[in-house]
């Protein structure tokens, strides 16, 4: 079993009257990475400032290495970097400024820092660029630096908020790419309101929605999340509806062509066999029988549901 770096619990954070987030829970592996997905306001950006110290829960603990981070923000912090959703980035400084500024704001030995500065430009992909402003780079170079800066003292977490938002696909895919580098020897999590973005990126889904924890397990699991309901069935020899209908468990019958049709049912009910069965017994002629899977973003509606009607309670 992977052990944790990072423990959250019972989080809950307000602005003013409003709850931004409540009673989140959740744990981060050593090592990999994590996709915290959520859809605008969900609540991402809120736990994340909180995880990174820069924003005061209302209430809940965070522990890093097993250091409660309100009790002991220094150490913790130093075992954090992170990449806000606006970098943090001087446009006036080069690449090679800005990286040497940061080295000693994260206290790295001065003896230390060129070498630092050097290495992470090169794990990065910016070292060709060291004396370029970083006015003059482009939006995926500059969200490198914005990376190069969060790793630059070798943090054992690293905390990235929405780091592709605003990329061209080739920028995404290089720094998604970079992230799993990065998170094959520390512990990494990025948000994202994009499902695409996790299934791509993350073997570890957590999910919240309007502050709230709605799912927190594996991206397989996450796929699998709800079950089939509906089966695409191919015929030679079909029989009415009302013969169909009549077989337990089908809730609905929908034909697709004079051979084709989706067979709609209570989900958990084994109809696969009992129409197998019934076309060897009644000489349906059964060709073909696929289950139908929701969709991701049916699974992420279907979360988001979940989670408002929870809130409405
Ligand atoms: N400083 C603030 N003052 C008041 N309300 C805030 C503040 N920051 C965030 N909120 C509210 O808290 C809720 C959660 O916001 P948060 O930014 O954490 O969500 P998010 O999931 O990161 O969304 P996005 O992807 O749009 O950044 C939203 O309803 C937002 O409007």
């Not at 981060?28 to 991402?44: Q, R, T, Y």
């Not at 806000?84 to 080295?103: G, I, K, M, R």
């Amino acid at each position: 079993m992977n052990k944790s770096l990072v423990r959250i619990e019972h989080l809950s954070h307000r602005y003013g009257k409003d709850w931004a987030i409540q009673d989140i829970n959740f744990e981060i592996d050593e090592v990999g990475v994590l996709g915290l997905l959520g859809s605008n306001g969900a609540g991402k950006s809120t736990t994340m400032n909180i995880l990174c110290g820069v924003l005061k829960q209302t209430s809940g603990k965070v522990f890093i290495d097993g250091m409660d981070l309100a009790e002991n923000p220094e150490s913790t912090k130093r075992l954090l970097g992170f990449l806000p959703q606006s970098a943090p980035l001087y446009y006036d400084f080069t690449v090679d400024e800005y990286l040497n500024y940061c080295a000693h704001l994260r206290d790295i030995d001065k003896k230390n820092i060129r070498k630092a500065v050097e290495e992470v430009k090169e794990k990065c992909g910016v070292t060709h660029f060291s004396k370029r402003l970083l006015s003059n780079l482009s939006g995926g170079y500059r969200q490198r630096v914005g990376i190069a800066q969060a790793i630059i003292h070798k943090p054992k977490l690293v905390v990235l908020d929405e780091p592709t938002n605003g990329l061209d696909p080739n920028q995404i895919l290089e720094v998604r790419k970079l992230i799993k580098e990065i998170a094959e020897e520390r512990s990494v999590i990025f948000s994202t309101h994009i499902l695409s973005e996790v299934q791509a990126t993350c073997k570890k889904i957590r999910m919240i929605e309007k502050g709230k924890m709605v799912f927190a397990d594996t991206i397989e699991a996450f796929n699998n999340y709800i079950e089939p309901d509906a089966m695409l069935v191919h015929m030679q020899n079909p029989p009415a509806t009302d013969a169909l209908m009549q077989i337990p468990g089908i809730s609905g019958v929908e034909w697709i062509s004079d051979q084709s049709l989706r067979i709609r049912f209570k989900p958990g009910n084994p109809i696969s066999e009992k129409i197998i069965e019934q076309s060897v017994q009644q000489d349906w002629h059964l060709k073909e029988l696929i289950l139908e899977k929701s969709s991701m973003e049916e699974i992420f509606a279907q979360l988001s549901n979940k989670a408002k009607s929870r809130n409405h309670e």
